[in-house]
């Protein structure tokens, strides 16, 4: 990477509430969003990060077009912690032409389609009518929308590489920046339940029928949740206040093993946080916190302590927040990126709810309990299916 | 501006048969004959996965393979963008079906094929590659998109990276809202710098605008499929490419923004490899 950038600003919405203060009070309390589920009549017993009220807000009248849960909880997101006045000072500062969009989603809208194909005609089979593919379940329609509705006019696309695209974006949007095709960038996603994953995930026997508890050695699964987070990336500049986080380095590879499962030895991890570490110009012993992808199965949580212990020795305070939120699937990165630079500023290591004990197999230095500790570098993990790695070092600015 | 080096080029379509054979239909030398997409089977998956792959996944395989066996380059340490208006249709329609009906019981395997990155995940199991791969979706811009992150991609590492850009159509009901003229795949391998195996040298600029009159240079007979095919959008550019004349092109990218692309063939290497 050609030097960090600065995260100016970023919001966030998960089932721990509405914008950063929400979260970081529920961090600190250590106190998990995980609840029964019982979306869409589920006929099995799960628990998940499910937020509340989506239902009953819908788009403002000139973004109608684009309703859908994925977009109002990407609304939601972009109405918190005074995001959309940071992206408004940005816009006149670099004009609306230089502000990317890169946004990740898995599922975008297809909760819409979902609806649609229950209402098919019985006799000839059509969908009914206003049901709108481009603005809703398309995987574009999230990176348009956040566009319309920050009014700006840079490049933008979507990115969908399952559970590791809203880490992704951070890539592509350091890319675009260091070659000048954009002066700033708003990174980030959402993802919000739907029966596709709620029944995928439990046709491949990986979720848990109670809350998901991540490194535990009886451990069952994941638990689903739902996020949406963005973020202004731009060049550091004095304008910035002395607690603004940076990112320093991502870092990308595939397994080249398996769809859904990860490599058992974690070489793909372990190649992202390597690629990571490279292009931040850090070596392992300078990381004080890694944030992991850590969903709770028995061969994920396996693999990723194996990549984490032979890279980091058993030496850096690690452990995965999905117990807090569910594991929220392609807006994961950019949720646990959020979290990682509010453990930064708030000088706070987040624990790992539900989990009980470290499984006795692993080696590498999980924290059970959030504790107050100061963190200065924190790698972020995400990995999804396909054997998409993406790691990600945030750092203090000063 | 970018600049840029084509190495490989991969192409599958309904009448177009890869970039040798498809070269004069698209330099306007020869007629062009329709007939449905043939899929060459991939040699990069086992014989059981060959039958099973969607079509999608075989299309993404035999295009890159052909790009990479041109470029002479191993796609092993290749990073690859891989660029979609809407991922695999069949899959997702197998799953909306599914959880319409009373038994809302999914398949494993079409749930983990149903992620947008699927051929991504295929192409580096079948080519043991561990480099950095993204997929990305920009609607009717997918390809431009795509064009656009592979080459800032080239430029921002100094290494070589492969475009692989790929649509297929819904079935029935999603077709109606969503119809596809036919499913078309294109691959490009690009250099940051020229090689023995460069074929053209392209500049690409993102210029604010709207691109107002049709794509002019490909050739009319394949305007239905340009026209009804997100990464057909490509073929003004692969027209170029056949001419092997310079030539200025823009492709849409989003409705207030155009990629413009200046192409600049390079003299046949030698001893051109692979080709």
């Not at chain 1, 991540?214 to 949406?228: H, K, M, N, T, V």
């Not at chain 1, 004095?238 to 986080?245: I, Q």
């Not at chain 2, 997918?142 to 592979?150: K, N, T, V």
């Amino acid at each position: 990477m050609s030097g960090p950038l600065a995260l100016s600003n970023f919001s966030i919405v998960t089932s721990l509430g509405a914008g950063r203060e929400q979260t970081m009070a529920a961090l600190r309390e250590g106190r998990s969003a995980l609840a029964p589920c019982a979306f869409d009549s589920i006929p099995f017993q799960t628990y998940a990060g499910e937020i509340t009220g989506l239902d009953d807000t819908p788009l403002q009248p000139g973004l109608a077009g684009f309703d859908c849960r994925n977009n109002r909880l990407a609304a939601l997101a972009l109405r918190q912690d005074g995001f959309l006045d940071t992206v408004a000072a940005a816009r006149e500062r670099y004009g609306a032409g230089r502000i990317g969009v890169f946004a990740g989603t898995s599922t975008s809208g297809i909760l819409q389609t979902e609806g649609a194909y229950r209402l098919r005609d019985p006799a000839s089979g059509i969908l009914p009518p206003g049901f709108d593919y481009a603005r809703t379940h398309n995987t574009y329609s999230l990176a348009r929308f956040v566009r319309e509705m920050l009014g700006l006019a840079g490049p933008a696309f979507t990115v969908s590489t399952a559970c590791a695209a809203t880490s992704k974006v951070f890539a592509s949007a350091a890319r675009m920046i260091a070659t000048g095709i954009c002066d700033a960038a708003i990174v980030g996603g959402a993802d919000t339940l739907c029966a596709t994953t709620l029944f995928g995930f439990h046709a491949l026997g990986v979720m848990a029928d109670e809350p998901c508890r991540p490194f535990d050695p009886e451990r069952r699964g994941i638990s689903l949740g739902e996020a949406a987070g963005f973020i202004l990336l731009e060049r550091p500049s004095e304008r910035l206040s002395a607690d603004t986080v940076l990112l320093l380095g991502a870092g990308e590879s595939s397994d080249a093993y398996h769809m859904s499962s990860p490599h058992p030895e974690g070489s793909g991890a372990r190649l992202a946080m390597e690629r990571a570490l490279n292009a931040a110009g850090l070596e392992p012993a300078a990381i004080d916190y890694i944030n992991l992808h850590g969903t709770a199965t028995l061969v994920g949580d396996a693999a990723e302590d194996r990549a984490v212990s032979d890279l980091f020795g058993g030496a850096v305070p690690c452990s995965s927040t999905k117990g807090f939120t569910g594991h929220t699937l392609g807006a994961s990165g950019v949720a646990e990126a959020i979290i990682s630079a509010l453990a930064i500023q708030h000088g706070f290591l987040p624990g790992s709810p539900h989990t009980r004990a470290l499984d006795p197999g692993f080696k590498s230095r999980y924290v059970l309990e959030g504790h107050v500790a100061r963190i200065d570098r924190v790698v972020s993990n995400s990995f999804g299916f396909g054997g998409v790695n993406c790691s990600l070092i945030l750092g203090r600015s000063a | 501006m970018i600049r840029i080096y084509i190495e490989g080029i991969g192409l599958c379509g309904p009448g177009l048969n890869g970039w040798e054979a498809s070269r004069p239909v698209l330099a306007g030398t020869d007629d062009y004959e329709a007939s449905p997409i043939c899929v060459p089977a991939s040699m990069l998956l086992p014989a059981n996965e060959r039958r099973r792959a969607p079509q999608i996944v075989k299309i993404a395989l035999a295009i890159g393979a052909e790009a990479f066996a041109m470029a002479g380059r191993d796609p092993a340490g290749t990073a690859a963008v891989f660029a979609s208006s809407g991922g695999d249709g069949d899959t997702i329609h197998e799953i909306l079906h599914v959880l319409a009906s009373p038994n809302r019981e999914l398949s494993p395997t079409r749930f983990h094929n149903s992620v947008h990155n699927a051929a991504a995940g295929y192409w580096s199991i079948a080519t043991h590659s561990r480099a950095a791969s993204t997929s990305l979706c920009c609607y009717n811009d997918s390809f431009a998109a795509g064009l656009l992150e592979a080459a800032v991609q080239a430029a921002a590492t100094r290494e070589s990276v492969a475009l692989i850009a790929y649509d297929v159509q819904y079935p029935s009901p999603l077709r109606d809202a969503r119809p596809l003229a036919a499913a078309f795949g294109i691959a490009l391998v690009l250099s940051p710098a020229p090689g023995a195996a460069s074929i053209a040298c392209i500049e690409l600029e993102l210029r604010p605008g709207t691109l107002t009159s049709p794509a002019s240079d490909s050739p009319p007979e394949l305007e239905w499929l340009r026209q009804g095919t997100p990464a057909a959008r490509s073929l003004p550019l692969l027209a170029a490419l056949a001419r092997r004349e310079e030539s200025s092109i823009s492709l849409n990218y989003l409705d207030d923004m155009v990629l413009a692309l200046r192409i600049t063939p390079l003299p046949a290497s030698p001893n051109p490899r692979g080709a």
